[in-house]
């Protein structure tokens, strides 16, 4: 039971945190790239990281109301939609999960079904798909162990940075080993100079590996979404941007971040071999 119910508190924090978040800004419409990405994060880990968890537990319980709630949370992402809009869905899941919450940890029933397969092992992957000269593997196996140092120590920030690197060098080590490097090159998503000509490698930046991988099909448009997420949250490494934007990566953030990173992790990997 403790897992079910260390997933909905974490549920019922990053929805708290989103409406804080959502409401500290005071245009009645949120059109701004990086909070209608955060908004996806937040109901892409719920369904994708906390509710397998919520699911499995022995009691069943009603997940229809949580759903709905963040299903129109994700719905409307898909405009510009009202700031109002959003705030009532964040409060319709933090109502629905209390519910749910009250229902797990008050019943007779502790028998918890197996985790489900869904859930997100902190242990390293296996790199090698990627990355085949040893020596890089265990680079990345190190700095997958010094994030969760980072989110074990507080130190949000940094770990949010080091997820951002992690993933970008996962992304470049996928590029580099496709076996077909002009549709990674042609793609539509690829970034091109003034002239029109696709960019060197070397200049690619962590958006444009993110586009790319999703347009080849090497992740799901919900991770391509999130993935952005850790992109933009990443930049808060520059003192002036937390300054001008007012907002620090909290714990929450930092966790939800994980999940993201360690779901895209798994699909990148997962890709491996496929054509492109």
């Known amino acids: 039971m403790s897992d079910t119910l260390a997933n909905i508190d974490a549920a019922i924090t990053e929805v708290n945190a989103a409406r804080q978040a959502l409401l500290r800004r005071k245009t009645k419409q949120v059109s701004a790239a990086d909070e209608i990405d955060r908004l996806k ?9 906390h509710r397998p968890f919520v699911c499995a537990h022995s009691t069943c ?12 949370l994700m719905q409307a ?69 010094e994030v969760q140092q980072c989110i074990g120590a507080s130190a949000h920030l940094a770990a949010t940075v080091m997820m951002g690197g992690l993933l970008e060098s996962l992304l470049l080590a996928r590029i580099s080993s496709s076996p077909n490097m002009s ?48 992109r933009d949250f990443r930049n808060y490494i520059h ?14 953030d930092a966790v939800m971040f994980w999940e993201v990173t360690k779901a895209v992790t798994r699909q990148v990997l997962g890709s491996c071999g496929k054509s492109p």
């Not at 319709?92 to 209390?98: E, G, R, Y």
């Not at 970034?191 to 991988?213: F, Q, R, Y």
């Open 61 to 72: 319980p009603d997940l229809t109301a949580v759903d709905a709630a963040y299903r129109a």
């Open 77 to 145: 992402t898909g405009g510009h939609a009202a700031r109002k809009t959003y705030a009532d869905a964040l409060r319709d899941a933090k109502q629905s999960l209390v519910t749910a919450r009250t229902l797990v940890a008050t019943t007779l029933s502790t028998t918890p079904r197996p985790k489900p397969a869904t859930g997100t092992a902190d242990t390293p992957p296996n790199f090698a798909p990627l990355a085949v000269d040893p020596r890089m593997q265990t680079i990345l196996n190190r700095r997958w162990g």
């Open 239 to 252: 003192p002036h941007k937390e300054y001008t934007d007012d907002l620090a990566i909290s714990e929450e």
């Open 183 to 230: 549709a990674v090159f042609t793609a539509g998503r690829a970034p091109h100079d003034k002239a029109g000509k696709t960019l060197p490698l070397s200049e690619w930046k962590l958006v444009n590996m993110v586009e790319v991988a999703h347009e080849l099909r090497w992740i799901t448009k919900s991770a391509k979404d999130v993935g952005n997420v850790l």
């Open 41 to 49: 994060s937040v109901a892409y880990t719920w369904f994708q990281t």
